[in-house]
């Protein structure tokens, strides 16, 4: 079997939710005048400010064989899906096509090694080989007749509980109508069967405890809140921000500083009780630094973002060698994406759970006759051969390269 033909993607859906993506409400940059270069805050708001797209990006990767069978993968590509597109068809096509699809491990050596000289060792460039990663467990498994989790060694769990991704946390001069309708989407997702939601921090360590304490509150101490700060407060604050999470019952504190400061989470993670989790983590080799300083307590990486299906799992087997918890981000996304997610968190020992954006998603069951569901807050493995997803006939025709 050899890979013949390599297609690509980009997608950019218009919303369909009236609200931007949480997480560009709650890092994105602000629409009216830009950051100043000058702030007694630190990090300086200049520099804890993201990208984020106006529409839902990514790119999907579409492999076809000579013996007939389609593989499909996703990379993450959040922004600019164009730049992603344009390194598989310019740097990664030609390293896989005529390939066997079942030696994965060998094609993400043959892709990974290609730019390693130049530093390409994360972001974009780890992302588009993601996405053939994928699409190659998917051929493979179609190959051997089983889902994707069988292949990588079988199914501790079934279904995988996920949690609801995510609310923003309110700025502290928020006034009691907000907090309610804070509170009210919360109790809305518990009664949908969700055992827990996370929280997107960074409004101040007052505006985020305020709105934490608001949700634990009203719906109770059994009920799971995942916070994650993404990188915006420094040593210090973080300290005092996970102090007060930890009388509150926080299930884990994400990215609580930026996630260059190695030796700062080894400094946290020892500090506090309240579990550090992290998941811009792009590869094993950056989370055995992270373990060595005993920085991590919960390794989250994303399976479209950190090396698609193949590195994911060696991260996940390297963090429960040293007793980590493993618990896959996902947040924008097709059901590829979710489904390449839900295989490997079904067969990894240490998985605690899955995230789960819970926003209006023009692509998530997009493409599919037969879409993936949450039911009381868990999703059930798709059971066909490879990912296990049915799709439309020409339903990636709209995002195809018009040259």
Not at 28 to 48: D, F, K, L, M, N
Not at 275 to 304: K, M, N, T
Not at 348 to 372: F, H, V
């Amino acid at each position: 079997m050899k890979i013949t033909r390599i297609e690509t993607f980009a997608v950019q859906a218009p919303p369909s939710d009236a609200r931007p993506y949480w997480g560009s409400r709650a890092w994105g940059r602000p629409s009216t005048a830009a950051a100043p270069e000058i702030s007694a805050e630190y990090p300086t708001p200049i520099r804890r400010r993201y990208l984020y797209s106006a529409t839902i990006d990514t790119v999907i990767v579409r492999l076809t064989t000579d013996t007939g069978l389609v593989g499909h993968g996703e990379a993450k590509a959040p922004v600019a899906p164009q730049a992603t597109k344009a390194i598989i068809d310019l740097l990664l096509a030609d390293l896989v096509r005529g390939a066997d699809p079942r030696d994965v491990t060998v094609l993400w050596e043959r892709m990974y090694a290609g730019m390693r000289v130049r530093g390409h060792r994360a972001g974009f460039y780890l992302e588009a080989m993601s996405g053939i990663d994928i699409a190659l467990w998917d051929l493979a498994a179609q190959a051997a007749g089983v889902p994707i989790a069988s292949l990588l060694g079988g199914v501790f769990r079934d279904p995988i509980r996920v949690y609801a991704s995510g609310l923003p946390a309110l700025d502290l001069d928020a006034d009691d109508e907000a907090l309610e309708a804070l509170v009210q989407e919360a109790l809305r997702l518990r009664a949908q069967g969700y055992t827990g939601l996370k929280m997107a921090l960074g409004k101040g360590i007052a505006g985020d405890l305020r709105s934490v304490r608001a949700v634990r509150e009203r719906l109770g101490a059994d009920f799971l809140i995942y916070t994650d700060a993404a990188g915006v407060y420094d040593r210090a604050q973080a300290l005092r921000l996970g102090r007060q999470l930890e009388e509150l019952g926080a299930a884990w504190l994400e990215m609580p500083i930026p996630p260059e400061d190695v030796e700062g989470y080894g400094v946290l993670a020892q500090a506090l009780t309240l579990p550090i989790a992290l998941d811009s983590l792009s590869s094993r080799y950056e989370v055995a630094a992270f373990v060595q300083c005993r920085g991590l307590d919960v390794v989250q990486p994303d399976v479209c973002r950190a090396g698609g299906i193949t590195e994911c799992r060696r991260i996940a087997e390297l963090a429960d060698a040293f007793g980590l918890a493993f618990a896959p981000h996902v947040s924008i996304g097709s059901a590829v994406h979710i489904a390449a997610t839900m295989h490997l968190a079904a067969a990894m020992p240490n998985t605690m759970t899955s995230e789960y954006w819970i926003g209006d998603n023009p692509i998530g069951n997009a493409w599919l006759t037969e879409p993936i569901q949450v039911e009381a807050g868990y999703v059930s493995l798709p059971r066909r051969p490879g990912l296990g997803l049915a799709f439309a006939p020409d339903a990636l025709d709209r995002w195809a390269d018009p040259r």
